[in-house]
């Protein structure tokens, strides 16, 4: 499905999903689109969810969808992860709705990588505090431990998707390494509060 597409679609489904107060679409399918990239899938977040509000929240997203049934998401994308999901596919498109019980905000910021701190909603994205580096200037920034709850492949993947992206693990070391380089990212890094 083309980008265009992809967005539409997603917007229809934010629509729907508007009883809920704090949604997104967020990670792979706003990275991968301000990229000119196609997403593999649509990744809805459910901010402040309660373990006690799940099933609930399940039913009542399968009802606004006019879907018959989501189902658990299969093999282990989010193993030892603080989310719960389920999947369907709608007009094609793979599509996953997580839920999580700290604000999508602070899920976004939560995420291994730089790279997929960004949302989108309304036609709007909001981007991470440190998704510039890879916006403009090609770096993805592994997080800090508490962020790496992805299992290895994860990782991997994100290197092998974007080949031309520096990886690496720590900010300060990276931004000392560029040496003069560094200077415009110095300056941008003034307005960003690490």
Not at 26 to 55: C, H, N, S, Y
Not at 64 to 71: D, K, S
Not at 112 to 139: A, C, H, I, M, Q
Not at 146 to 169: C, G, I, L, W
Request: proline fraction near 5%; include cysteine.
């Amino acid at each position: 499905m083309e980008i265009q597409e992809q967005k539409r679609l997603a917007d229809s489904i934010l629509d729907r999903l508007s009883f809920y107060p704090d949604v997104v679409l967020a990670g792979g399918a706003p990275r991968d689109w301000t990229v000119g990239m196609e997403a593999k899938d649509l990744d809805f977040f459910f901010g402040g969810v309660t373990q006690a509000e799940r099933i609930d929240l399940k039913i009542s997203v399968e009802q606004a969808l006019g879907m018959v049934e989501l189902t658990p998401i299969s093999g282990n994308k989010y193993e030892d992860s603080p989310f719960e999901g389920y999947e369907c596919e709608i007009a094609g498109q793979p599509v996953q709705f997580l839920f999580h019980t700290k604000s999508c905000d602070e899920v976004v910021e939560s995420f291994p990588f730089n790279s997929s701190r960004v949302s989108y909603r309304n036609g709007e994205y909001t981007k991470g505090k440190d998704f510039f580096y890879f916006e403009r200037y090609n770096l993805m920034l592994e997080g800090t431990p508490e962020q790496k709850y992805a299992p290895d492949h994860y990782y991997e993947r994100m290197r092998s998707k974007f080949p031309n992206t520096a990886v690496h693990d720590n900010k300060r070391q990276l931004l000392r390494a560029l040496g003069k380089r560094a200077a415009a990212i110095q300056e941008a890094d003034e307005l960003v509060e690490w």
